[in-house]
């Protein structure tokens, strides 16, 4: 995937039309042109009402075509439509990635009577109330489809625990009895098997079955190109690793898998690495709040360190970088929304230096025109960037609390690559960088505009290339400048 980019194709607040896979089939030629590779998109399944963004899910074999939850389409549009987007993406050379959402279900059709005991919300492996009877949202009979495609119909024995008492609406975690939390789950809160819904149980060899058979009957519908697996530090490590190998064997390909484990303490991500065989790759959610916490401290935060602690400085190849996504929005799960006045700088880093697989959030991309949320100034343009010219040796100069910046020195394949990068979370500034000798006497422009001089490189390969105050500059050479303005 060298160079390549990927793109989270959808964010949190788009309107619920049943428009969007016909919106993205619309948009096809466009992502090709624009340089990303592959499209993760949202989750295609029924949800547990019409508007749910998809990892509320109600049915998995639904992709919005049988008549439940008040509806045949998704948020999205339908079964039919899905396909044809797919395909359409596909035909045009773009990867589509699937998101994959095993870790509970949402709006059962019927309450059944179980046993259970209340845990602390806090530390989930402590009981704090006897064994009793609840009213659990567990039966899930799937009128509107019936046996089509899949007869297992799940029951509080699948699932391992639920949030709610429906007959004295008592709110908690109730673990079932005879059940007990997965331990290979993140330790927050002692245990975080349970994130919401009914949990699945994958312990359960029915479960385990069932959720093989689904898996194999995704990929014979859709044929996609890569797996985006949801919420992956509240599922059993090992179901997770064995689960996408036998998909894996299945598709007969090695598909490229992202996980979600969304958490800043790298330990966490490493081990889950280890467990799964360093088969799949996660999202660099350290890297992420270092962006989050730079753009925060407004000029305080030490730059120095703003790749630091990352997952991608250790394990480049199983890195996919990105700057924020649908639940660090505002309003949502994960609200660490990066921002505004760094974002420019955050993509800087995650497009243009070489090591991660970089996504760009659609949010960021189009903007987000439910919270007024403009695009990031120029990201288009720094897609095009990567694509064209960030290429060769990297130089890096975080040598300096507020202005650092690095050098690529670009390669014979691709013509005019090369460039230099340079931010600062302060005042305006100046630094001089070693780009290569190949450039001597060459003109390097700023295709971020905000530096209007050209910088022309020493006969020994320094530049002394400048940024303005709380900004990036992305210095190219002066045919690079004028092809990007042509082409974007
Ligand atoms: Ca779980």
Partial sequence: ????????????????????????????????????????????????????????????????????????????????????????????????????????????????????????????????????????????????????YSDFKWRSRHFDGTDFDAATGDKGVFRFAGKKWNEETDHQFGNYDYLMGADVDTDDPEVREELSRWGRWYYDQIHMDGLRLDAVKHISFEFMRDWLRDFRAHAGSSLFTVAEYWSADLSALLHYLEVTDYSLSLFDVPLHYNFFNAGNAEGSYDMRYLVSGSLTELYPDNAVTFVDNHDTEGGQALQSFVREWFKPLAYAVILLRKDGLPSVFYGDYYGIPANNTPPVFNLVKMVTIRKLYAYGEQRDYFDDPEIVGWTREGDDEHPWSGLAVLMSDGGDGSKKMLIGKKFAGARFMDIMEKCIDPVIIDEEGYGLFGTAGRNVAVWVTEEAYARVRVEV
Wanted: with cysteine; charged share 30%; net charge negative.
């Fill in 1 to 148: 995937m060298e160079n390549q980019t990927m793109m989270q194709y959808f964010e949190w607040y788009l309107p619920d039309d049943g428009l969007f896979w016909q919106r993205c089939m619309a948009q096809a030629d466009r992502i090709r042109e624009s340089g990303i590779k592959a499209v993760w998109l949202p989750p295609a399944y029924k949800g547990s009402s019409s508007a749910d963004v998809g990892y509320g899910v109600y049915d998995l074999y639904d992709l919005g075509e049988f008549d439940q939850k008040g509806t045949i389409r998704t948020k999205y549009g339908t079964a039919e439509e899905y396909k044809a987007a797919v395909r359409t993406l596909q035909e045009k050379g773009i990867w589509v990635m699937a998101d994959i959402v095993m870790n509970h279900r949402v709006g059962a059709d019927r309450t059944e009577k179980v046993r259970a005991v209340p845990v602390n919300p806090e530390n989930r492996n402590e009981v704090i109330g006897k064994e009793r009877e609840i009213e659990a949202w567990t039966a899930y009979d799937f009128p509107g489809r019936g046996n089509t």
